[in-house]
């Protein structure tokens, strides 16, 4: 969204252009202190921000400076979802050169904290600089309230020889006073790598242990980078697959890290991270003891964590003599053996457990309070039934837990648990503690806090270790209002349209979408006095969202359409609210077609297509069956009868897709009938009509016909004009059917027979015969020998039984079956379905939307133009699905499954497939097994996702593999491929990562989105993943 400058500019002369991340705390303050002659984009969050600025600047003039308001931390800048750091600037060259024309002789000013306060900072702004043509200053310490330790000071320029910004801040120094915030990002840690990239911390063990320190398990060595956390002796995993390791399995083990820096609170916090507790020792039937999340004043400067054992480096020992942590204000203990929600205290002053007993809770989660209440037991549960830890575990994967800690700026607690890995927290028993005052017990949050994490083992042991923490904001997102407005024939103002918010206040609405424009026009302003016409997307501000008016067209008979609210802390309603305009006056009924009906043979099926109706003021919401064919003249199917269609009976409701799925199946002595069905619209008024349906004309005259049988000799046997039975006997014979619903039999002997008009049946026998089944719905059937049957015109099975045979279905809804042996099998038009059988069969689906089945043995099924569905069966089979959005299934055996040029869904199956998913936004899963994605150039219509991308039980293996070597093997790659191609960001979802892969080799600007991996985070990812 644009909010124009506050003051006119001359002609001429440029304005200043700010451009605020919207997810910042109380950004409004700021909108509200603009300096004259400044311009104002509010980023989408859920946009790219890069692409968001390079279309704003596309059409500009000259601007004299450019302010990017965000989050940062040093050599990093977060714009709404958007990371930009040394590593992902490479991705956005193409576009930030573009700002250049705009930016002539302007500056550039980065207002996020520290992203200029080490050599990586410093050297990201620079490059920044080369990029967008002009100077750019940066922060080196925290922006913003002075209060939390900030400034409003960007120390670091690349304007030569002062290093000093030239430009004036964007806002008033009022209003920067008293700004209530820093813009420092809040943490994202995964500890997998050989150091943190969050800094600093402190570490150490608990008083009176020989405890080891904690260490990053890909770390080798055990001094820390400056502000750092130690690595072990030798790295005990690769970079991206480490943890933040605890504790060991040795007895008596206690260890903390503290993050030291402060994290702004006024909007709360919302806390995830993955733990792992496994193999380890029991103690009086439990391992132990268990980890600790806690959160401290952000004033505070603790040098050491709390006692250990039960109290799990939070809460005191005073038997011992062991203070609990300087400035705690909550503690979440993750408690294997119980103790953390026992008195600690001998004379009983702090609180015992919820039941009031003194003993253990096992396997629980337990909360307690600040160093002001004494650190007293707050809340806990009882015993979690999947358990905190994994003691038969020997790895960490098998005992990963997730869990997530909300804390409201009001001091409302949530914490919940995953504890079947599935990355949800909605199953039974994870939502371990809900809507718990702290704030009652503990008073109000600090302004800021900091955090740390702390383990202990005692005679109890496990391995403990944390990894893939991420610190957000927290805010209640508001809540949006469903309006009902009555609709006349004159332009209405719209009422009722609203929201609220439980923690702030609305800043925007947005039209999520409009009604159609057959329906009418939506207009923010009354369209007799100026108004203009909105578009899907538009923000609006409070007191637009009360100016929306709705102009009827012609035959208006209701509409809908749906928006959002966006809150002063950036949260949005994920469920848009839905305006239902709705037309008043009398109700006209609804009106149905006069199909045509091809003439039906007897024992022919066919569906009735042409039968949906419409309404001139409103919508069909059903259809009704008011009366049936005879039976004896056939019966009418919800569904192809043939493919398990059901009886449709008097009275019986379809939907208005159903109607377009309703088949009549002739009886064999069908001569013409005729039934009735009626559309009901959304007011209630009912419109019937009968449909006529007639025979052919063939089967008009058809009566019953002859036997002709030949004998051993090489026979030619022609039908008369009736229903007749021709058998060949022995011999190559040739039998020809005519125009009624003849049974033909070729006996043995190479043998040639045609069905001509009329529904016929083709029975080949022994021998390689051929069988056409001419016009009609025929069946036809090879039997014994290679033989070729073609079903040609009309709805026909085919089958081949015995033998390699060809099969055509030609015209038609035609099922063909392979039958034993090597066939090959060809759809022709229609929608047909193809089963190959038995046998190593070739299916192609050529025309229309076709289902392919390749059954047993080694098939190869090719879909062809159509949105084709294709299953592999049980062996290994080759799957192409060519054009259209296609289905493809390897089912069992090794597949390989090639998806073409459209959207395509590929399933691989139960063992290790090769899926190609070509052209198109695919989505693909592998199935069990070591499956191999293969790209072979960059994706044209989309990126992929990969839903069940497996990385293996231990860290140094790989089950699937995402093959990248037709595109990097090219000319012009060298180097490690993997490390200067590949780059890897998180997704939509914190728990995906986006693939990325330079298509230009050593040039510029390469790198294109491939796919998106759901499930798994960037973290968990290496060059094993990979083949290059």
């Given at each position: 969204?644009?909010?124009?400058?506050?003051?006119?500019?001359?002609p001429?002369?440029?304005?200043?252009?700010?451009?605020i991340?919207?997810?910042?705390?109380?950004?409004?303050?700021?909108?509200?202190?603009?300096?004259?002659?400044?311009?104002?984009?509010?980023?989408?969050?859920?946009?790219?921000?890069?692409?968001q600025?390079?279309?704003?600047?596309?059409?500009?003039?000259?601007?004299?400076?450019?302010?990017?308001i965000?989050?940062?931390?040093s050599?990093?800048?977060?714009?709404?979802?958007?990371?930009?750091?040394?590593?992902?600037?490479?991705?956005?060259?193409l576009?930030?050169?573009?700002?250049?024309?705009?930016?002539?002789?302007?500056?550039v000013?980065?207002?996020?904290?520290?992203v200029?306060?080490?050599?990586?900072?410093k050297?990201?702004?620079?490059?920044i600089?080369?990029?967008?043509?002009?100077?750019?200053?940066?922060?080196?310490?925290?922006?913003?309230?002075a209060k939390?330790?900030?400034?409003?000071?960007?120390?670091?320029?690349?304007?030569?020889?002062?290093?000093?910004?030239?430009?004036?801040l964007?806002?008033?120094p009022?209003?920067?006073?008293?700004?209530?915030?820093?813009?420092?990002?809040?943490?994202?840690?995964?500890?997998?790598?050989?150091d943190?990239t969050?800094?600093?911390w402190?570490?150490?063990t608990?008083?009176g242990?020989?405890?080891?320190?904690?260490?990053?398990?890909?770390?080798?060595?055990?001094?820390?980078?400056?502000?750092?956390?130690?690595?072990?002796?030798v790295?005990?995993?690769?970079?991206n697959?480490?943890t933040?390791?605890?504790t060991d399995?040795t007895?008596?083990?206690?260890?903390f890290?503290?993050?030291?820096?402060?994290?702004?609170?006024?909007?709360?916090?919302?806390?995830?991270?993955?733990?792992f507790?496994?193999?380890?020792?029991?103690?009086?039937?439990?391992?132990?003891?268990?980890?600790?999340f806690?959160l401290?004043?952000g004033?505070?400067?603790?040098?050491?964590?709390?006692?250990?054992?039960?109290?799990?480096?939070?809460?005191?020992?005073?038997?011992?003599?062991?203070?609990?942590?300087?400035?705690?204000?909550?503690?979440?203990?993750?408690?294997?053996?119980?103790?953390?929600?026992?008195?600690?205290?001998?004379?009983?002053?702090?609180?015992?457990?919820?039941?009031?007993?003194?003993?253990?809770?096992?396997?629980s989660?337990?909360?307690?309070?600040?160093?002001?209440s004494?650190?007293?037991?707050?809340?806990?549960?009882?015993?979690?039934?999947?358990?905190?830890?994994?003691?038969?575990?020997t790895?960490?994967?098998?005992a990963?837990?997730?869990?997530k800690?909300?804390?409201?700026?009001?001091?409302v607690?949530?914490?919940q648990?995953?504890?079947?890995?599935?990355?949800?927290?909605?199953?039974?028993?994870?939502?371990?503690i809900?809507?718990?005052?702290?704030?009652?017990?503990?008073?109000?949050l600090?302004?800021?806090?900091k955090?740390?994490?702390?383990s202990?083992?005692?005679?109890?042991?496990?391995?403990h270790?944390?990894?893939?923490?991420?610190?957000n904001?927290?805010?209640?997102?508001p809540?949006?209002?469903d309006?009902?407005?009555?609709?006349?024939?004159?332009t209405?103002?719209?009422?009722?349209?609203?929201?609220?918010?439980?923690?702030?206040?609305?800043?925007?609405?947005?039209?999520s979408t409009?009604?159609p424009?057959?329906q009418?026009?939506?207009f923010?302003?009354?369209?007799?006095?100026?108004?203009t016409?909105?578009?899907?997307?538009?923000?609006?501000?409070p007191?637009?969202?009360?100016q929306?008016?709705?102009?009827?067209?012609?035959?208006?008979?209701?509409?809908?359409?749906?928006?959002?609210?966006?809150?002063?802390?950036g949260?949005?309603?994920?469920?848009p609210?839905?305006?239902t305009?709705?037309r008043?006056?009398?109700?006209?009924?609804?009106?149905?077609?006069?199909?045509?009906?091809p003439?039906?043979?007897p024992?022919?099926?066919?569906n009735?297509?042409?039968?949906?109706?419409?309404?001139?003021?409103?919508?069909i919401?059903?259809?009704?069956?008011?009366?049936?064919?005879?039976?004896?003249?056939?019966?009418?199917?919800?569904g192809?009868?043939?493919?398990?269609?059901?009886?449709?009976?008097?009275?019986?409701v379809?939907?208005p897709?159903?109607?377009?799925?309703?088949?009549?199946?002739?009886?064999?002595g069908?001569?013409?009938t005729?039934f009735?069905?009626?559309a009901?619209?959304?007011?209630g008024?009912?419109t019937?009509?009968?449909?006529?349906?007639n025979?052919?004309?063939?089967?008009?005259?058809?009566?019953?016909?002859?036997?002709?049988?030949?004998?051993?000799?090489?026979?030619?046997i022609n039908?008369?004009?009736n229903?007749?039975?021709?058998?060949?006997f022995?011999?190559?014979?040739?039998?020809?059917?005519?125009?009624?619903?003849?049974?033909?039999?070729?006996?043995?002997?190479n043998?040639r027979?045609?069905?001509?008009?009329?529904s016929?049946?083709?029975?080949?026998?022994?021998g390689?015969?051929?069988a056409?089944?001419g016009?009609?719905?025929d069946r036809?059937?090879g039997?014994?020998?290679?033989?070729?049957?073609?079903?040609?015109?009309?709805?026909?099975?085919?089958?081949?039984?015995?033998?390699?045979?060809v099969l055509?279905?030609n015209?038609?809804?035609?099922?063909l079956d392979?039958?034993?042996?090597?066939?090959?099998?060809?759809?022709?038009?229609?929608?047909?379905?193809?089963?190959?059988?038995?046998?190593?069969?070739?299916?192609?689906?050529?025309?229309?939307?076709?289902?392919?089945?390749?059954?047993?043995g080694r098939?190869?099924?090719?879909?062809?133009?159509?949105?084709?569905t294709?299953?592999?069966?049980?062996?290994?089979d080759?799957?192409?699905?060519?054009g259209?959005?296609?289905?493809?299934?390897?089912?069992?055996g090794r597949?390989?499954?090639?998806?073409?040029?459209?959207?395509d869904?590929i399933?691989g199956?139960t063992?290790?497939?090769?899926?190609?998913?070509?052209?198109?936004?695919?989505?693909?899963?592998g199935?069990?097994?070591?499956?191999?994605?293969?790209?072979?150039?960059?994706?044209?219509?989309?990126?992929?996702?990969?839903?069940?991308?497996?990385?293996?039980?231990?860290?140094?293996?790989?089950?699937?593999?995402?093959d990248?070597?037709?595109?990097?093997?090219?000319?012009?790659?060298?180097g490690?491929?993997?490390?200067?191609?590949?780059?890897?960001?998180s997704?939509?979802?914190?728990?995906s990562?986006i693939?990325?892969?330079?298509?230009n080799?050593?040039?510029?600007?390469?790198f294109?989105a491939l796919?998106s991996?759901?499930?798994?985070?960037?973290a968990?990812l290496?060059?094993?993943?990979?083949?290059?």
């Amino acid at each position: 969204m644009i909010i124009p400058a506050s003051a006119p500019t001359a002609p001429g002369q440029g304005s200043a252009l700010v451009i605020i991340d919207p997810t910042i705390d109380h950004y409004p303050h700021l909108l509200e202190g603009l300096q004259a002659e400044t311009e104002v984009l509010l980023l989408d969050p859920a946009q790219n921000a890069i692409s968001q600025i390079t279309q704003v600047l596309s059409d500009r003039p000259p601007l004299t400076s450019l302010h990017l308001i965000s989050h940062g931390r040093s050599g990093e800048l977060q714009l709404g979802s958007t990371r930009l750091n040394l590593a992902t600037v490479g991705q956005y060259a193409l576009q930030m050169q573009q700002w250049a024309k705009s930016l002539m002789g302007a500056e550039v000013l980065l207002y996020g904290c520290e992203v200029a306060a080490d050599e990586l900072g410093k050297s990201l702004v620079r490059q920044i600089s080369q990029l967008v043509g002009t100077h750019v200053a940066a922060a080196t310490t925290l922006v913003g309230s002075a209060k939390l330790g900030g400034s409003w000071n960007l120390g670091f320029s690349t304007e030569p020889g002062t290093g000093r910004r030239r430009s004036p801040l964007a806002f008033n120094p009022q209003t920067l006073e008293t700004y209530p915030a820093v813009l420092a990002l809040l943490v994202n840690e995964s500890f997998t790598g050989a150091d943190v990239t969050a800094k600093p911390w402190i570490f150490g063990t608990g008083a009176g242990t020989t405890s080891a320190n904690p260490f990053l398990t890909a770390r080798t060595g055990a001094a820390p980078s400056a502000d750092g956390i130690p690595g072990a002796a030798v790295a005990i995993d690769t970079p991206n697959n480490g943890t933040l390791r605890l504790t060991d399995t040795t007895a008596d083990q206690a260890a903390f890290v503290i993050y030291n820096a402060p994290i702004s609170a006024n909007g709360g916090v919302s806390i995830t991270f993955d733990f792992f507790a496994y193999n380890g020792t029991a103690f009086n039937g439990s391992n132990g003891d268990g980890i600790s999340f806690f959160l401290i004043d952000g004033t505070a400067a603790p040098t050491t964590a709390g006692a250990f054992g039960g109290s799990l480096g939070y809460a005191q020992k005073q038997v011992q003599g062991i203070s609990g942590i300087t400035g705690g204000y909550l503690g979440v203990g993750f408690d294997e053996f119980g103790n953390f929600s026992t008195s600690i205290e001998p004379d009983g002053t702090q609180r015992p457990t919820p039941a009031g007993v003194n003993t253990p809770v096992r396997d629980s989660v337990s909360v307690r309070g600040s160093q002001a209440s004494g650190y007293a037991f707050l809340t806990g549960t009882g015993t979690l039934a999947a358990g905190i830890d994994v003691p038969s575990a020997t790895t960490r994967d098998p005992a990963v837990r997730r869990a997530k800690i909300d804390l409201t700026p009001t001091g409302v607690l949530g914490v919940q648990v995953d504890l079947n890995g599935n990355g949800s927290f909605a199953d039974a028993g994870e939502q371990a503690i809900t809507n718990f005052n702290v704030a009652a017990v503990n008073g109000a949050l600090p302004s800021t806090f900091k955090f740390g994490f702390a383990s202990s083992t005692g005679g109890a042991t496990n391995i403990h270790e944390v990894r893939n923490l991420v610190i957000n904001t927290f805010t209640d997102p508001p809540v949006v209002a469903d309006a009902t407005v009555a609709i006349g024939t004159t332009t209405t103002n719209l009422t009722g349209l609203s929201a609220t918010d439980p923690d702030g206040t609305i800043a925007t609405y947005t039209l999520s979408t409009l009604p159609p424009t057959t329906q009418g026009t939506l207009f923010l302003g009354n369209p007799s006095s100026s108004g203009t016409a909105v578009t899907a997307g538009q923000v609006l501000t409070p007191a637009q969202i009360t100016q929306l008016f709705f102009q009827p067209a012609s035959g208006f008979s209701g509409a809908t359409f749906t928006y959002t609210a966006t809150d002063n802390q950036g949260a949005t309603d994920s469920t848009p609210a839905t305006v239902t305009l709705s037309r008043t006056g009398t109700n006209r009924p609804p009106t149905l077609p006069t199909p045509t009906v091809p003439d039906i043979d007897p024992g022919e099926t066919t569906n009735l297509t042409g039968l949906a109706g419409s309404d001139p003021d409103g919508s069909i919401t059903s259809y009704t069956i008011a009366s049936l064919p005879p039976a004896a003249q056939g019966r009418l199917f919800l569904g192809n009868p043939n493919q398990g269609g059901t009886r449709i009976t008097v009275g019986q409701v379809l939907t208005p897709t159903q109607i377009e799925q309703l088949f009549f199946q002739a009886g064999a002595g069908f001569s013409g009938t005729r039934f009735t069905y009626g559309a009901i619209d959304n007011g209630g008024t009912r419109t019937n009509s009968t449909i006529t349906l007639n025979a052919s004309a063939a089967a008009a005259i058809c009566r019953p016909g002859r036997t002709l049988k030949g004998n051993s000799g090489g026979n030619s046997i022609n039908g008369t004009a009736n229903a007749d039975t021709l058998i060949g006997f022995a011999g190559n014979d040739v039998l020809n059917g005519r125009n009624c619903n003849d049974r033909i039999s070729g006996g043995r002997g190479n043998d040639r027979l045609s069905g001509e008009g009329g529904s016929d049946t083709l029975q080949g026998g022994t021998g390689g015969d051929r069988a056409n089944g001419g016009i009609g719905a025929d069946r036809v059937s090879g039997g014994l020998g290679r033989d070729f049957l073609n079903g040609a015109a009309g709805n026909d099975r085919v089958t081949g039984d015995r033998g390699d045979d060809v099969l055509r279905g030609n015209n038609g809804r035609d099922t063909l079956d392979g039958g034993l042996g090597n066939d090959r099998l060809f759809s022709g038009n229609g929608n047909d379905l193809l089963n190959g059988g038995q046998g190593n069969d070739l299916l192609n689906g050529e025309r229309d939307n076709d289902r392919l089945s390749g059954n047993s043995g080694r098939d190869r099924l090719n879909g062809g133009r159509g949105q084709d569905t294709l299953i592999g069966g049980i062996s290994g089979d080759i799957l192409t699905g060519s054009g259209g959005a296609d289905v493809l299934q390897g089912g069992r055996g090794r597949d390989r499954l090639v998806g073409g040029t459209q959207n395509d869904r590929i399933s691989g199956g139960t063992q290790g497939d090769f899926i190609v998913g070509g052209g198109g936004a695919d989505t693909l899963t592998g199935g069990t097994g070591r499956d191999r994605f293969v790209y072979r150039a960059t994706q044209r219509g989309g990126v992929d996702v990969i839903t069940d991308f497996q990385l293996g039980r231990r860290s140094n293996t790989a089950i699937d593999q995402i093959d990248l070597t037709r595109i990097l093997g090219r000319p012009g790659y060298g180097g490690d491929r993997f490390r200067r191609y590949v780059r890897l960001a998180s997704g939509s979802s914190a728990a995906s990562t986006i693939v990325r892969v330079d298509f230009n080799g050593s040039a510029v600007g390469g790198f294109q989105a491939l796919t998106s991996l759901e499930g798994i985070r960037s973290a968990s990812l290496s060059a094993r993943n990979f083949l290059v």
